[in-house]
Antibody, heavy 122, light 111 residues
Framework: ELQLVQSGGGVVQPGGSLRLSCVDS????????MTWVRQVPGKGLVWVAR????????KYADSVRGRFTISRDNAKSTLFLQMKSLRVEDTAVYYC???????????????WGQGALVTVSS | QSVLTQPPSVSGAPGQRVTISCTGS?????????VNWYQHLSGTAPKLVIF???SRPSGVPDRFSGSRSGGSASLAITGLQAEDEADYYC???????????FGAGTKVTVL
């Protein structure tokens, strides 16, 4: 049973914007940190961004910092990834993942969304 | 080339044991950061199979086990089953890069 349901993928031109959403069907969303991970088709997984359970603490990969914004609405059990100034190399399947935060450097991802394909192309 | 190195593929007959290595360095696994493992079938949500080096989430068969020694970690699958055929990724943290890392993935094929 899929407990993280994603939406918002699509095709966008270079320089464009897109927002991904991830809704958690469980009642515990506000207790967990959350993470976005992406996968270029045919390649491996890459960590993108993380947000604390209250939304006050965020961390980004160097490749997206300043262009992507991770946020959440705990009242709606929803995680977001706002992507701006998109590049061809941002083309990937994006996954949201519930994060077990043991420490700032010790996280694992115990529940994942089904993925959303973002294609950046002219 | 990934900072965490995994073999591209491993294979085994049903019932056999396979192991997947994940080799890092002194700024990640060798620094003592924990290793986690994920099973991923293309087009589906990845699944956590090992966390904190050697712990299994509820619902993951005990055929899956993990270990870490020095700058490397391993995932072992015993009693290989057809349903185990998937890509497997190790994941840790790197203090030099200040980010979370995944290995490039290993494709497990059940012969």
């Amino acid at each position: 049973e899929l407990q993280l349901v994603q939406s918002g993928g699509g095709v966008v031109q270079p320089g464009g914007s897109l927002r991904l959403s991830c809704v958690d069907s469980r009642s515990t969303f506000s207790s967990y940190w959350m993470t976005w991970v992406r996968q270029v088709p045919g390649k491996g997984l890459v960590w993108v961004a993380r947000v604390s359970n209250d939304g006050g603490n965020t961390k980004y990969a160097d490749s997206v910092r300043g262009r992507f914004t991770i946020s959440r609405d705990n009242a709606k059990s929803t995680l977001f990834l706002q992507m701006k100034s998109l590049r061809v190399e941002d083309t990937a399947v994006y996954y949201c993942a519930r994060t077990i935060y043991y420490s700032s450097s010790d996280n694992w991802f115990d529940s994942w969304g089904q993925g959303a394909l973002v294609t950046v192309s002219s | 080339q990934s900072v965490l190195t995994q073999p591209p593929s491993v294979s085994g007959a049903p019932g056999q044991r396979v192991t997947i290595s994940c080799t890092g360095s002194g700024s990640n696994i060798g620094a003592g950061y924990n290793v986690n493992w994920y099973q991923h079938l293309s087009g589906t949500a990845p699944k956590l199979v090992i966390f904190d080096n050697n712990s299994r989430p509820s619902g993951v068969p005990d055929r899956f086990s993990g270990s870490r020694s020095g700058g490397s970690a391993s995932l072992a699958i015993t009693g290989l089953q057809a349903e185990d055929e998937a890509d497997y990724y190790c994941q840790s943290y790197d203090s030099t890069l200040n980010t979370f890392l995944f290995g490039a993935g290993t494709k497990v094929t059940v012969l």
